[in-house]
């Protein structure tokens, strides 16, 4: 079959700039599980509403006791006819499905559909805080049911964190896990696979070979034993929930010593795991190398020395180098020193306190702040006054990658390893620390005047716990995870998705998945990495490691395996590639920037002044620590 996919042509029209998004973090789980409210409803409601979201190409893939929470917690709303359900260019934070009534979806006045039967209207907005993308209006009186985003996300976190919990507890109980650490465990739990088993049917033979380890989650199980010389079976003991068989195959014994057979007349459903996972899982999840650590904290400590005096007002704005999504970054210099210059990102208060990202601020100048990597942006100095705050920052000549690809339209394989190797050096560094970074792309990867690639732009960066998994979806929507968007726990193995899509993209000069709008993306993204057709311009060793990258199972990724991220680093594609010349940066760039100066802004696109003036003052004191 021939590739439907379009690259792009040196005639299309000039690519935009992508935006991340990101929904507020969540409150407390126990604070927010107090407002989870059950609404009562009809039998034949419930039965509308879930067949409604089986429908629906993005929340059809959510497990069903989610599914059956959000039937539980979805409260009633009527519209009359004519009236406005959902105004497009609004914010919106709920997600509505149709129970009765017909309604016209519109987009920019013009008419596009008429709805009516069980539908979900608005899904996005269950994600993040997003405009609404389509107008839709009730044309006779409509009975709906709607959830908020807070409630949903509620919903997911809690069934996640409760199944990570009886996962793990199963996985205690087996004397081979006993004396593992914590998250050791947690990462174990996060592999297992549920299988169901009908009545009758053998799950494990004796004597055949198998390399497979059983959990029973649900039902029972009989365990017999063939008699020599015979057919017939003799019956050795029930097992239930909680029992688990085949742990020697994990340590290599695979000869089965007994059957197991399904004895529940509702099937049995067991959590399984293979020797293979297991080992690639097990052996080495202690070996977290810290390459970068002592001579750090020492750089940083100069670094504070030496901009100790620095004021705002000592700084002089040059031009503008880029506008995000807070406001703007200027080249400016420090009065008195002609000898080099600093990019100054200046974010409007108001703007994050009305969008609730202050928690993600304040993480991004911790871990700004304490980040010493060549391959990551430094940070030298924070300011704030009424209406911003402000990061004094290394100024990368070069310009952004996403401009050089832009223009370019794609780069060759030798191009795009190397950009790839600075980004691997960049996530060995922050992973190492248990640092999630959330938004790769290339418009977060700036040349300094060598060619050397840096991330900058640390806003959806954060700090785990070790183990542990965070939930607020963040990410930039090509480059998001399926389990970011599934709302079902990330964690630093996202970053390794994000990596073979912007492999993809370097490529071909298109992300792998790119729908029409964001949730056309998502549900692209979901149907996994073997739908996409790769075009021949990429190699197979290319296309083989971004399969590896983009696996749907976060734990199955390259990198996140037993080898960590020197796996990445081993991988054929990388074969010949000089690591320790990238790292001592002796190693020459494929593409040199033009850098006339410390003030010469020509690699960057030229921007207009901010057309929407000053904003309002933020005097509530919520970024006294910035």
Known sequence: MESTRVFPSTTEPKR???????????????????????????????????????????????????????????????????????????????????????????????????????????????????????????????KLWAIERQCFQTIMMRTGLIRQAEYTDFLKSVPIFKNLQEDTLIKISDILEETHYQEGDYIVRQGARGDTFFIISKGQVRVTIKLPNTQEEKFIRTLTKGDFFGEKALQGDDLRTANIICDSPDGVTCLVIDRETFNQLISNLDEIKHRYDDEGTLERRKINEEFREVNLTDLRVIATLGVGGFGRVELVQINGDGNRSFALKQMKKAQIVETRQQQHIMSEKEIMGEANCQFIVKLFKTFKDKKYLYMLMESCLGGELWTILRDKGNFDDSTTRFYTACVV??????????????????????????????????????????????????????????????????????????????????????????????????????????????????????????????????????????????????????????????????????????????????????????????????????????
């Open 16 to 142: 935009i700039k992508r935006q991340g998004y990101s929904a507020e973090p969540l409150i407390d789980l126990v604070e927010a599980e107090d407002k989870l409210m059950k609404i009562p409803k009809s039998a034949k409601s419930r039965e509308i509403i879930k067949s409604a979201i089986l429908d629906n190409d993005f929340m059809k893939n959510l497990d069903i006791t989610q599914i059956r929470e959000i039937v539980d917690c979805m409260y009633p709303v009527k519209y009359a006819a004519k009236s406005l359900i959902i105004k497009e260019g609004d914010v919106g934070s709920i997600v509505y499905v149709m129970e009765e009534g017909r309604v016209e979806v519109s987009r920019e006045g013009k008419y596009l559909s008429t709805l009516s039967g069980a539908k979900v209207l608005g899904e996005l907005a269950i994600l993040y805080n997003c405009q609404r993308t389509a107008t839709i209006t009730a044309i006779s009186e409509c």
């Open 425 to 626: 050096e960049a996530f060995d560094y922050l992973h190492s620390r248990n640092i999630i970074y959330r938004d790769l792309k290339p418009e977060n990867l700036l040349l300094d005047e060598k060619g050397y690639v840096k991330l900058v732009d640390f806003g959806f960066a954060k700090k785990l716990q070790s183990g542990r998994k965070t939930w607020t979806f963040c990410g930039t929507p090509e480059y998001v995870a399926p389990e970011v968007i599934l709302n079902r726990g990330h964690d630093i193995s996202a970053d390794y998705w994000s990596l073979g899509v912007l492999m993809f993209e370097l490529l071909t000069g298109t992300p792998p998945f790119t729908g029409s709008d964001p949730m056309r993306t998502y549900n692209i993204i979901l149907k996994g990495i073997d739908a996409i057709e790769f075009p021949r311009n990429i190699t197979s060793n290319a296309r083989n490691l971004i399969k590896k990258l983009c696996r749907d199972n976060p734990a199955e990724r390259l990198g996140y395996q037993r080898g960590g991220i020197s796996e990445i680093q081993k991988h054929k594609w990388f074969d010949g590639f000089y690591w320790w010349g990238l790292q001592n940066r002796t190693l020459e760039p494929p593409i040199k920037p033009t850098v006339k100066s410390v003030t010469d802004t020509t690699n960057f696109d030229d921007y207009p002044p901010d057309p929407e003036g000053p904003p309002p003052d933020d005097i509530t004191g919520w970024d006294k620590d910035f």
